[in-house]
């Protein structure tokens, strides 16, 4: 079984930073790619940045239009854990925000890995909080 754990997030004043770290745990893990989901309140859940990579090599990164240039998504092999660095916060950042693993089925073409049925599994999800 595959354990996603988030962490690193918190109450931060606008223009400020956050890390968060998503660690695997479980069997033998070797995702397809992994995710950035995040949902405020009353709103549904959205796609905020994937990385795929295979070894050393990191294939392509992507970015929600509302974070790229903000937002950086990173991975540690050796500690199998994935980061999202987030700079600049804005007060419409504040949302739970979820880790995700893909394992790569089903690919639909463009767009693959920017909706939650491209995972296969989810952490329990960070809260992320800016004040204005």
């Known amino acids: 079984q595959v354990q996603l754990v988030e962490s690193g997030g918190g109450l931060v004043q606008t223009g400020g930073s956050l890390r968060l770290s998503c660690a695997a745990s479980g069997r033998t893990f070797s995702p397809y790619a992994m995710g950035w989901f995040r949902q405020a309140p009353g709103k549904e859940r959205e796609f905020v940045a994937a990385i795929r990579w295979s070894g050393s090599i990191t294939y392509y990164v992507v970015y929600a239009d509302s974070v790229k240039g903000r937002f950086t998504i990173s991975k540690d092999n050796a500690k199998n854990t994935v980061y999202l660095q987030m700079n600049s916060l804005k007060p419409e950042d504040t949302a739970v925000y979820y880790c995700?693993?893909?394992?790569?089925?089903?690919?639909?073409?463009?767009?693959?890995?920017?909706?939650?049925?491209?995972?296969?599994?989810w952490g329990q999800g960070t809260q992320v909080t800016v004040s204005s």
């Open positions: 995700a693993a893909s394992l790569g089925r089903d690919y639909h073409g463009p767009g693959y890995l920017r909706f939650d049925y491209d995972y296969d599994y």
